[in-house]
């Protein structure tokens, strides 16, 4: 915790040196930071420089201590906490000093216990008054991010808009821009509050990088429960500001927030508009690229005008053969898909549409999936199915849009359909929960279950956060905890040996893992229930 800094002021350099070494002032909390021999030399100093508590004589040649208190008041120069060193006891000096709002008023000679309970005071104070301050910012924070979202989801009105355009710093040129952790493929396997915590790293970043544009960052702008995204309005004038172009400074801000999170990032940029008041034109765009991106050649940086186009001759949508190819996955059919496959892009190639101009024919193709899956079960996120199937049927060399690519993917997404009409989940759960039961202390995962049980893992993922409300992963983590729990209460085994039993091979993380569920060591746990 920083210093709180003091300014004392006294014309009689005995009183100040007496002062600085009455107490400790650093056990205290507090710092000398300048001393000054009248009010006209404090107010110099505090034009450029800030203290939390001044300590003034009354009586000084130049300015008093009165004097300089009401110019600082007045002239809103300086809010720290003031005290009035006085060798007068007139009741109508210290009535004077407390009007001008005056912590206290101290008689000269000043006591080493007076001092002490006077800057404790000011501490305890000091700290009630940061926590109200950070109070009021999160409340106007959460006010103003309300507002933006409001017009970035396109329900804002007049209100709304001169809020956000009275509270931010705005230019021309405007784009939302998503920005989430990449690399996050087992996201299903990983613990909420690990990927939280990582969101939250990843927020702060962006705010200590974007300094005074701080609030052009808002948290958790989807509210996708298995998003961990962050939204950035960005504007030109931050480019221009930097000296570079608008890609360059996103890169430049990117391998920032890398450096910081120790983890890889990428951005998703949405349409530029010209202005705040239409920033949900670019939100809409940069969602599109989101669901798209498993389509797209992996890059850190998407750009919306770079990734959608349209051929020269216009906007060209392959209805009947994609109809065919859905229609060939609805079946299950492996050969049809492959041939419909192969068809669709032997007609897109003959119109001569290039790989980047495909975007509308795959929308087509996955709103068109997802309905056939709602049918089944309206439930399921679908969109985060299709993410996931896309996402996990790439390998290296394949190029991402192509036949193999898209025949593959269908028929994933055929298997996954396929499941829904069968309806899985009523026994698949009950047998996870069984594994559970019975290999606790191995390295279970819902990958390896889902291929166990031929269930598609994203979908089972979902429906087992349905049923239980948590991940698989928190689930499993959960049900050792209890394990562990009845071995310290009925055993004598140590403690590294329970948490290798239970199915923790680092001990300090099965610790860790047993405080977040019963609130203490385990160590503790055992001792509390036997006393």
């Not at 800057?119 to 305890?124: F, G, M, N, S």
């Not at 690990?194 to 990088?209: H, I, K, V």
């Not at 897109?348 to 509308?360: E, P």
């Not at 889902?450 to 689930?475: T, W």
């Amino acid at each position: 915790m920083d210093m709180l800094k003091v300014l004392l002021i006294d014309d009689e350099p005995f009183i100040v040196q007496g002062l600085a070494v009455l107490i400790d002032w650093s056990r205290e909390g507090f710092e000398i930071a300048a001393t000054a021999a009248n009010g006209r030399e404090a107010l110099e100093y505090l034009q450029d420089h800030k203290v939390d508590l001044i300590i003034a004589d009354i009586k000084m040649p130049v300015m008093g201590g009165l004097e300089l208190l009401d110019v600082i008041r007045s002239e809103k120069v300086s809010e720290a906490y003031f005290v009035i060193l006085s060798g007068y006891s007139d009741f109508a000096f210290a009535r004077q000093a407390i009007q001008q709002n005056c912590m206290d008023y101290v008689l000269k000679p000043v006591e080493r216990e007076e001092l002490t309970a006077i800057l404790r005071k000011v501490a305890q104070r000091s700290a009630v008054d940061r926590m109200d301050e950070q109070n009021q910012k999160k409340m106007e924070r959460a006010y103003l991010e309300r507002n933006v979202l409001a017009v970035l989801f396109g329900k804002h009105d007049a209100q709304n808009l001169e809020y956000v355009k009275r509270h931010m710093h705005l230019s021309e040129g405007v784009r939302y821009i998503n920005i989430e952790p990449d690399g996050l493929k087992d996201v299903q396997e990983r613990e909420d509050g690990e990927l939280r915590q990582l969101q939250r790293r990843l927020c702060q970043a962006c705010m200590d990088w974007l300094k005074e544009d701080e609030t052009h960052c808002i948290f958790d702008v989807s509210h996708d429960q298995k998003s961990y995204d962050i939204g950035f309005l960005y504007c030109d004038y931050m480019a221009q500001r930097h000296g570079c172009g608008e890609k360059e400074y996103l890169q430049d801000f990117r391998r920032n927030l890398e450096k910081a999170l120790q983890h890889p990032v990428r951005m998703l940029a949405g349409k530029k508009v010209s202005d705040i008041s239409a920033a949900a034109k670019s939100y809409s765009s940069a969602c599109v690229l989101k669901s798209l991106e498993a389509f797209r050649e992996k890059k850190t940086l998407y750009f919306y005008e770079e990734e959608v186009q349209v051929s020269q001759g216009g906007i060209v949508l392959c209805k009947q053969r994609l109809d065919s190819l859905i229609a060939s996955i609805e079946q299950n059919n492996k050969i049809q898909i492959r041939e419909n496959t192969e068809r669709f892009y032997e007609e897109m190639k003959q119109m001569g549409v290039a790989g980047k101009t495909v975007n509308l024919n795959i929308n087509y193709l996955l709103f068109q999936l997802i309905h056939l899956a709602t049918e089944q079960d309206n439930s399921v996120d679908q969109k985060e199915i299709l993410h996931f199937i896309s996402e996990s049927v790439f390998e290296e060399g394949i190029l991402r849009g192509s036949n193999i690519h898209l025949a593959r993917f269908a028929g994933e997404y055929a298997e996954y359909l396929m499941q829904l009409r069968k309806n899985v989940s009523r026994g698949v759960l009950a047998q996870i929960e069984r594994e559970v039961r019975e290999n606790y202390a191995q390295n279970l995962t819902l990958k390896d279950l889902s291929g166990k049980y031929y269930v598609n893992s994203a979908y089972l993922g979902q429906i087992f956060r349905k049923k239980y409300g948590q991940s698989f992963k928190d689930y499993l983590n959960g049900y050792r905890i209890e394990q562990a729990s009845l071995r310290l209460l009925r055993t004598d085994d140590k403690v590294y040996e329970i948490a290798q039993d239970v199915g923790y091979k680092d001990l300090d993380y099965f610790i860790n893992r047993f405080i977040a569920v019963k609130g203490c060591t385990p160590a503790k746990f055992r001792r509390e229930a036997r006393e």
